[in-house]
């Protein structure tokens, strides 16, 4: 059972156009909602996360944004560059024994920019 | 600040042996957690040790265990291999309380034959 699902897989956008990542969860306990960037070769890295209390958070050209009635949430990148070129990945988690580390992550989308 | 450091890179094994990978957190992080990644099943979460303790696990068979040492070092084990362990293995530090930021290492690419 996928409890996170993310679209589209794939994702071409002109320089200076806005991405669009959709995702949507199942389990209502959820409480922690990131979004991590991978280039090829590298790690994951967290670029932004919101928590259920908040609808939007922004930081810089990246912007969450939050539905918690349709359980959905998205990652919106704007002004959109070459360099933003990597695979994006939605996740989601609850606190279990004091964290909120295990997180689910979504299928990923592979981001295009092209110059 | 160094980064999480994860060895080796790469790794092939041939079914039915066991293999160890090694995590070094970033100093002063206590919280190790491991993924899975595959490109079919993507990033699946194995388990997170904290203070040589662990503290969550997911829905991985007994073949894989993992452990923390007291300088908040970790490793993951995972016996018997099968083709379809085949996949990026990375590790993630924190300094332990929830919310905090998690750190990915750049992986070990464990390949079975």
């Known amino acids: 059972q996928q409890q996170v699902k993310q679209s589209p897989q794939s994702l071409i956008v002109q320089k200076g156009g806005i991405s669009i990542i959709n995702c949507a969860y199942e389990n209502t306990a959820f409480d922690y909602f990131p979004w991590y960037q991978q280039f090829p070769g590298k790690g994951p890295a967290l670029l932004i996360a919101i928590r259920p209390d908040v609808s939007e958070k922004k930081e810089g050209r990246f912007t969450i944004s939050f539905n918690k009635s349709a359980k959905q949430f998205s990652l919106h990148i704007m002004d959109s560059q070459p360099g933003d070129s990597a695979t994006y990945f939605c996740?989601?988690?609850?606190?279990?024994?004091?964290?909120?580390?295990?997180?689910?992550f979504g299928k990923g989308t592979l981001l295009t920019v092209n110059p | 600040k160094a980064g999480v450091t994860q060895t080796p890179r790469y790794l092939i094994k041939t079914r039915g042996q066991q293999v160890t990978l090694s995590c070094s957190p970033i100093s002063g992080h206590r919280s190790v957690s491991w993924y899975q990644q595959t490109p079919g099943q993507g990033l699946q979460f194995l388990f997170e040790y904290f203070s040589e303790t662990q503290r969550n696990k997911g829905n991985f068979p007994g073949r894989f265990s993992g452990r923390q040492f007291s300088n908040s070092r970790s490793e993951m084990n995972v016996s018997t291999l099968e083709l379809g362990d085949s996949a990026l293995y990375l590790c993630a530090s924190s300094f332990g309380q929830s919310y905090n930021e998690q750190f990915f290492g750049p992986g070990t690419r464990l390949t079975v034959l």
């Open positions: 996740a989601a988690s609850i606190i279990l024994g004091g964290s909120n580390y295990k997180l689910t």
